[in-house]
């Protein structure tokens, strides 16, 4: 009877010693798998932006830039973006500044690789935007711009459990009404431009 409950209490030591080396596991797969089914994430940055145009940068100072995104696929090799966009120029060659509000989606091709809590992702991206352009203080009164975009880049987002930090670079073929006319020449000018940006995000 002895020998029956010393084997009895043998076999619940090990149990209880094993729960650690399972929680352990089940953690090690959430983090393999994300905190959503489809890698849910939030992101908010800000950054510099400028036009690639040499007479607009010649006329133009370099702007800061801001986004708020909301994003799924995180942890997977196809993820896509919403995302509201901003920038604001100063304008000092022409006489008034340009301000820039508007919305874009994008598709991100990506590869991510996960180790214990962390994720390192690097990733390309392209999609479609649209920017409402405002002319602040323009002397000939002219109040905005609605202006079509072709967003594309390259970044890297690292991760370690729910916190995301993200870093790209963004360029913006601009298309449809994407052109202004400076007040100081009088010459019809391409809107495109690039970005540089940093976000810190949470993953749901």
Do not use: C
Not at 45 to 58: E, I, P
Request: aromatic share 14%; proline share 3%.
């Amino acid at each position: 009877m002895q020998r029956a409950n010393w084997k009895f209490g043998l076999i619940a030591a090990l149990a209880v010693a094993s729960v650690p080396g399972i929680a352990s596991a089940d953690d090690a797969m959430a983090d393999m798998r994300g905190y959503t089914p489809l890698g849910a994430y939030f992101l908010a940055g800000g950054g510099v932006t400028n036009f690639a145009n040499d007479s607009l940068r010649d006329s133009f100072n370099v702007g800061g830039a801001w986004d708020l995104r909301l994003g799924i696929g995180s942890r997977y090799f196809l993820g896509g973006e919403l995302a509201y966009v901003g920038s604001a120029r100063g304008g000092d060659g022409v006489g008034y500044n340009l301000l820039n509000n508007g919305g874009e989606a994008v598709v991100r091709v990506q590869y991510p690789y996960t180790a214990g809590g962390w994720l390192i992702e690097p990733f390309a991206f392209g999609g479609i935007g649209f920017t409402r352009l405002t002319f602040v203080d323009d002397p000939t009164d002219r109040t905005g711009e609605n202006i079509g975009t072709i967003p594309f880049g390259a970044g890297l987002t690292a991760g370690y459990r729910h916190l995301l930090f993200d870093a790209r670079f963004t360029y913006r073929p601009a298309f449809s009404d994407g052109d202004i006319v400076l007040a100081r020449t009088g010459i019809q000018e391409n809107l495109h431009s690039w970005a540089v940006m940093a976000s810190v995000g949470y993953e749901f």
